[in-house]
């Protein structure tokens, strides 16, 4: 079972309010990601890192923003939360980047944070 | 343009059948294959990774082949249960960067009925 989580699972805001997604792995994985996912959709990635003070955004344009300060916390935060925010927020971290010679990095994901912005 | 497509889009099924889900995909240079199991309001759970040398691989009643020729993959599921029901998500990895660029398909939804 994966040591990585997320909170909160659920929240309901409303439009403007500053939220900040928490995601925690106590695996010292280097390698950290934040996906989007819509019902029925594939996931986008919208955020990753290597590892501490780095960031880089994904192939999905966001506007949230995260931070590595410390190699188990990966916090997204949306400074002002609108409805077409309104999605699933999937964290993930890996060993290693998913290449390594023949041996793929092992993704592992945490349960989701349900954000609905009203 | 990378693309994974999965068919069907969703399945129902009677509890002990088998079924076959299956994912095409255009990805190239081709590194690896993923299956996940995604329970409704849950993260994706890894059920294989096949690499480009392998055709197939087992997990349980969960068995993937791939065909790297034809780019095409399928996942079996055995003795289907009421806990199978799920969207089973098809991922390729490409050669592209030391990153390892994911494509996810949109998954196949699954019911079990008893």
């Known amino acids: 079972e994966a040591d990585i989580y997320q909170t909160p699972r659920y929240l309901v805001i409303g439009t403007g309010k500053k939220i900040t997604l928490e995601c925690s792995q106590t695996?010292?994985?280097?390698?950290m990601y934040w996906y989007q996912q819509d019902p029925g959709m594939e996931l986008h990635l919208i955020h990753y890192s290597y590892g501490v003070n780095s960031t880089e955004k994904g192939d999905l344009s966001s506007e949230s923003t995260v931070s590595r300060i410390r190699t188990e916390h990966f916090p997204l935060t949306l400074e002002s939360a609108r409805p077409s925010h309104t999605s699933q927020y999937l964290c993930a971290s890996s060993e290693q980047g998913q290449i390594l010679g023949d041996r793929p990095g092992e993704l592992f994901f945490g349960e989701g944070s349900r954000l609905t912005v009203l | 343009k990378n693309q994974v497509e999965q068919s069907p889009q969703s399945l129902i099924i009677l509890e002990g059948k088998n079924c076959t889900l299956q994912c095409n995909y255009t990805v190239s240079p081709f590194s690896n294959l993923r299956w996940y199991k995604q329970d409704t309001g849950r993260g994706p759970v890894s059920l294989t990774i096949?690499?480009?040398?392998?055709n197939t691989k087992s997990n349980g009643r969960y068995t993937a082949t791939l065909d790297a020729d034809t780019k095409q993959s399928s996942l079996h599921i055995t003795a289907s249960q009421l806990s199978d029901s799920a969207s089973y998500i098809c991922v390729v990895s490409d050669r592209g960067s030391t990153l390892g660029r994911l494509y996810f398909g949109r998954g196949t939804q699954l019911t079990v009925w008893p």
């Open positions: 695996m010292g994985h280097d390698k």
């Open positions: 096949m690499t480009f040398s392998e």
